[in-house]
T-cell receptor
Framework: DSGVTQTPKHLITATGQRVTLRCSPRSGDLSVYWYQQSLDQGLQFLIQYYNGEERAKGNILERFSAQQFPDLHSELNLSSLELGDSALYFCASSVGGGLYTGELFFGEGSRLTVL | GIQVEQSPPDLILQEGANSTLRCNFS?????LQWFHQNPWGQLINLFY???GTKQNGRLSATTVATERYSLLYISSSQTTDSGVYFCAVQPTQGGSEKLVFGKGTKLTVNP
């Protein structure tokens, strides 16, 4: 158990819909990262938050958004879903937020299927 | 951006065999981690090893940062070692704190 909690574990929805994925970081960790893993793209970095503020942005679509709340949990919102958004979405957390973030720990992932 | 190359892409072993997985990266890094993704999709931390050598049971890892590579050794492999092994690095340049993943090595251990 990494200490990072993600919900839901599985989600099936239809094209055009909107979903929210939730992540609780390890106790004491200030940084939260979101990654997408699809069969053809591998593990791709989406976005990072540190202590409530956006820190870095990767290949995140405009239809996707995220935030980190004062209690440090984070949510990833995916809207206008397309078939190609089907993937495993991971959240990770780490203690730091600077160049030396320390070790990242990953949650079990949320498997999204868009039909 | 930084390139992370893992080899071999696929590896099939008999139980009890030893193996070495390699990760090459194209630029200097602050952080390097090895992960095992099991058949259920979980990403399990194996090593946090920006430099030097570490051992944990049958697994060990070595990172030579100056030569931009890392090796993961698996000894006396077991069927439960099957899955995909990822190397991920945090580049020093660019001010980014994200981990960049390689494409992984898919390991199959047969009984």
């Amino acid at each position: 158990d990494s200490g990072v909690t993600q919900t839901p574990k599985h989600l099936i929805t239809a094209t055009g819909q909107r979903v929210t994925l939730r992540c609780s970081p390890r106790s004491g960790d200030l940084s939260v990262y979101w990654y997408q893993q699809s069969l053809d793209q591998g593990l791709q970095f989406l976005i990072q938050y540190y202590n409530g503020e956006e820190r870095a942005k990767g290949n995140i679509l405009e239809r996707f958004s995220a935030q980190q709340f004062p209690d440090l949990h984070s949510e990833l919102n995916l809207s206008s879903l397309e078939l190609g958004d089907s993937a495993l979405y991971f959240c990770a957390s780490s203690v730091g937020g600077g160049l030396y973030t320390g070790e990242l720990f990953f949650g079990e992932g949320s498997r999204l299927t868009v039909l | 951006g930084i390139q992370v190359e893992q080899s071999p892409p696929d590896l099939i072993l008999q139980e009890g065999a030893n193996s070495t997985l390699r990760c090459n990266f194209s630029d200097s890094v602050n952080n390097l981690q090895w992960f095992h993704q099991n058949p259920w999709g979980q990403l399990i931390n194996l090593f946090y090893i920006p430099s030097g050598t570490k051992q944990n049971g049958r697994l060990s890892a070595t990172t030579v940062a100056t030569e931009r590579y890392s090796l993961l050794y698996i000894s006396s492999s077991q069927t439960t070692d099957s899955g995909v092994y990822f190397c991920a690095v945090q580049p020093t340049q660019g001010g980014s704190e994200k981990l960049v993943f390689g494409k992984g090595t898919k390991l199959t251990v047969n009984p």
